[in-house]
């Protein structure tokens, strides 16, 4: 397994940069009140990045990728974030407030950029190379 930035396609990039920022999201603030915050190891955001492993691990293996599986990996990313992000919506004196933080956002962006990354992603056969140099 290799990195090859600059021979992936836009999906490529697009699932890379998105688990990187996945990744830095849950040293961010996942969940804050103010007066205290928690940040996305904390509250067990790790726990989503299984979600990124089989498109990423694909991408890195330089191999093709099921859509139908790598789009369920996206869509469920997507969507249990933003579940986890309406589950810290709490009462507070008689008007709701969201305390959801930096981190948790951040997370649901990346995990948009996944999808995306995973509708766009091609391989990059070897001929391919060759005949663009």
Known sequence: MEIKFKEWNIGGKLIF????LAILSLFMSWVDLGIASMSGFQQDGYLFLILYIYPLYKLLKSAR????IGAMCGVLAVVLSIAFLSSKSVDFFGSTV???GTGLY????ASIMLTAGIIKYD???????DSEV
């Open 17 to 20: 940069i998105s688990t990187i």
């Open 65 to 68: 990728l099921n859509k139908i």
């Open 98 to 100: 969201n305390a959801a």
């Open 106 to 109: 951040i997370f649901i962006i």
């Open 123 to 129: 391989v990059v056969e070897a001929q391919d190379m």
